[in-house]
């Protein structure tokens, strides 16, 4: 028995991979980023913990910068940065070095926090 595909056949296979959405962020609904209720200990904390120690806390200090205790990320907020690091075209240069990027929320945790003075909360 031979098989025969019409020739409508192979143009609607040429056609079906036209369909396809490719933004998935519009597609899915995207979480809100809330920064009203940003802290240190449950926000910055945390995240420099989870983004941040393996270069620049504990025993580790690459470029001398130290991130695992407040007064130091106080110190390097206050003199610029701690954002400067985060925001393309600042001058400062691009961290973190390896792995990806700060989302969008994260730096405007961060940036919430610097202007809200770098509380001790």
């Known amino acids: 028995m031979k098989l ?7 143009g609607l296979g040429l056609l079906l991979p036209a369909c396809a959405y490719e933004n998935a962020e519009e597609l899915l609904p995207q979480p809100t980023c809330d920064v ?34 407040l007064a130091a990320v106080q110190h390097h907020a206050e003199h610029g940065a701690l954002l400067g690091v985060l925001t393309p075209g600042s001058g400062y240069p691009a961290m973190p070095k390896s ?3 700060l989302s969008t929320c994260e730096v405007a945790a961060i940036r919430a926090w610097v202007e809200a003075g770098t509380p001790d909360n």
């Open 4 to 10: 025969r595909f019409p020739p409508y056949w192979l």
């Open 36 to 69: 009203s209720a940003v802290t240190y200990s449950r926000t910055i904390q945390p995240l420099l913990q989870q983004r941040c120690y393996a270069c620049h806390g504990g025993g580790e200090a690459e470029g001398n910068v130290v991130l695992d205790n």
């Open 99 to 101: 792995g990806f990027a």
